[in-house]
C-alpha cells in the first residue's frame, strides 16, 4: 500500500521540483558593460546607474584598490563630479521631452569579488511631470562611449509591479553602443495575470531560498506521522497522515496571509523588522521543543496558526508602502500566498514518504528528538542573534544545508535509507504497532478531558 501510493506522488513531485530546482538565476556583469536599472510604479520612476571600477579609474583617475569603505570614501570625494558626468550621459522622457533626474548617495557593488568586475552605484529618482509614468520612454544611456572602446550600456527594468517584474538582475531589456546610444524602451502591458504569475514565483522563491521558512515547515513534519497518546506513537494511513500536515501547513499559510495581507496593505501596523524577525525565529525554537512536551498535542493546526501570524508581518514589509495601486498590491499579495502554499506543500511531498517510512521503526524515536533538538538549537541561536544584533555565522551552514538543488540529494538519500530501514525490519518482524487511536480521535479524547 506504501509503494503505491508513494508511487501516485511521483508525478506531483516531478512537476513541483521543477519550479523551484529550475529557479531563474541572476546573471552576472561584465567589465565591458554599463547598466541602467529602473523601477516603475504607477506614479514614479526611479533606479540606479552601474559605472564599473575599471572605467570610473580609467577616466576619472580615482583610486579604486583597497578595503571597501577607504575606496567607498575615495568615491564620495569625487561624487559631484561622477554624479555631473553620469546626468550627461542618462537622459530619460517621453513624448519628446527630457525628464529631470536626481542623483543620491554612492554605493559599491562586488559581484564576483574580482576588482575588474566590481561596480560603482549611483542611485537616483526620476522627476516625473505626468499624473502616471508612460509605458513607451525614450533613453539615452552612452557613459565611457568616447572615453573608452567597445563599451556598451544595457537597460534593465528591475521592478515594475503591474508588468509582473521584481528583483530583475539578469534579463536586459535593450543594448546601447555607439551607434545606438539613444532608444524607445517599450515597458509593454500591464496585466493582473503578469502581476499574479510574478508573484507567485517569488512565493516559490521565499520557501526555496528562506530558512527560517523551511525550518518551521520541517518542526510541523517529524510529529505529522505520530499520534500522541501517552507517548508519540506511530500514526495510521499514509494518506490520512498527509492529509493532516497538509491541512496544518494550510493553517500555517491562512494565518500568515491574514497579517502578511493586513501589513502590506498598511491596515496593521508593522513593528520593527529585528522584533518581527526575532519572534519568528523564537517561534520554530518553541514548536521544536512542543515536540519534545507537547501541550497542544495532536492539534499542532493550533501552534502553526498562532505562530503563522508572526511569520506573514515577516515578509509583509515586501509590499507595504510601495507607490502601486491598492488592487496591483492585492493580486501581488495573493499570488505570493499561493506561491507560498504550493512552496510548502512541495516540501511536505518531498519529506513526508520518508518520515511515513521510517515512523514504525526503533529509529524514529531518536531521530524525531535529535531533529526536534537541532532545529530548536538553530532557531535559538537565530533568536539570540537577532535580539543582540550579532551574527554567530550559522547561517552559513544552514545555507549550505537547505540549497537547491544539493538538497535534493540529501531528501533522496534519507528516503532511500528510511525504505531499507523500514523493509528490514518488517522482515525481521520488529515493526512498531501503530497507535490504538487516529489523529482526530485522540485530539477529541484531550478536548473532552
Not at 531589456?173 to 524607445?184: E, P, T
Not at 499561493?338 to 512552496?343: A, R, T
Request: no cysteine.
Amino acid at each position: 500500500m506504501v509503494k503505491r501510493q508513494a508511487l501516485a506522488l511521483l508525478g506531483l513531485l516531478m512537476t513541483a521540483v521543477s519550479v523551484l530546482v529550475f529557479a531563474p538565476a541572476a546573471g552576472a556583469h561584465d567589465a565591458d558593460e554599463a547598466y541602467v536599472y529602473l523601477s516603475v510604479s504607477e506614479s514614479s520612476l526611479s533606479g540606479r546607474v552601474e559605472l564599473a571600477f575599471v572605467d570610473v579609474e580609467q577616466v576619472f583617475g580615482i583610486d579604486l584598490e583597497g578595503r571597501g569603505d577607504v575606496v567607498l570614501e575615495r568615491v564620495n570625494e569625487s561624487l559631484e563630479e561622477l554624479i555631473a558626468y553620469t546626468d550627461q550621459h542618462l537622459q530619460i522622457g517621453a513624448e519628446g521631452r527630457q525628464w529631470q533626474i536626481e542623483f543620491g548617495e554612492a554605493s559599491l557593488l562586488f559581484p564576483n569579488n574580482t576588482p575588474d568586475f566590481n561596480y560603482v552605484q549611483l542611485a537616483f529618482e526620476v522627476v516625473v511631470p505626468e499624473a502616471s509614468v508612460p509605458r513607451d520612454l525614450e533613453v539615452t544611456f552612452d557613459p565611457f562611449f568616447d572615453e573608452v572602446p567597445d563599451r556598451v550600456g544595457l537597460l534593465l527594468i528591475e521592478n515594475d509591479w503591474a508588468a509582473g517584474t521584481f528583483d530583475n538582475e539578469s534579463e536586459a531589456l535593450v543594448a546601447f553602443d555607439r551607434s545606438n546610444r539613444s532608444r524607445d524602451v517599450d515597458l509593454g502591458d500591464t496585466s493582473n495575470w503578469s502581476n499574479f504569475t510574478a508573484s507567485t514565483q517569488l512565493g516559490l522563491d521565499h520557501i526555496r531560498t528562506g530558512p527560517d521558512h523551511i525550518f518551521f515547515i520541517l518542526v510541523l513534519l517529524l510529529p505529522s506521522v505520530l499520534v500522541f497518546g501517552a507517548t508519540w506513537q506511530p500514526g495510521h494511513g499514509f494518506g490520512s497522515a498527509l492529509w493532516r500536515v497538509l491541512k496544518i501547513a494550510t493553517m500555517f499559510t491562512i494565518a500568515h496571509s491574514i497579517t502578511f495581507t493586513l501589513a502590506g496593505l498598511d491596515i496593521l501596523p508593522l513593528p520593527p523588522s529585528r522584533f518581527v524577525e526575532s519572534l519568528i525565529a523564537l517561534s520554530i525554537a518553541v514548536a521544536a521543543l512542543h515536540n519534545l512536551h507537547p501541550i497542544a498535542a495532536n492539534r499542532e493546526w493550533l501552534i502553526a496558526f498562532a505562530f503563522g501570524l508572526f511569520h506573514g508581518m515577516g515578509f509583509a514589509g515586501l509590499v507595504s508602502g510601495l507607490d502601486v495601486s491598492r488592487s496591483t498590491q492585492l493580486v501581488s499579495l495573493l499570488g505570493r500566498n499561493v506561491g507560498i502554499e504550493f512552496g510548502q506543500a512541495v516540501i511536505i511531498l518531498l519529506v513526508f514518504p520518508g518520515l511515513f517510512l521510517l515512523r514504525r521503526t526503533s529509529y524514529y524515536r531518536p531521530f524525531f528528538l535529535a531533529g526536534s533538538i537541532v532545529l530548536a538549537t538553530v532557531s535559538s541561536i537565530w533568536t539570540i542573534e537577532r535580539v543582540f544584533a550579532t551574527d554567530f555565522g550559522i547561517n552559513d551552514y544552514v545555507d549550505a544545508a537547505i540549497e537547491w538543488p544539493r538538497v535534493l540529494v540529501l531528501i533522496a538519500a534519507f528516503t532511500a535509507v528510511a525504505a531499507i530501514l523500514h523493509q528490514r525490519e518488517r522482515a525481521a518482524g520488529r515493526l512498531l504497532a501503530v497507535a490504538s487511536q487516529r489523529p482526530d480521535e485522540a485530539e477529541l479524547e484531550l478536548a473532552t478531558i
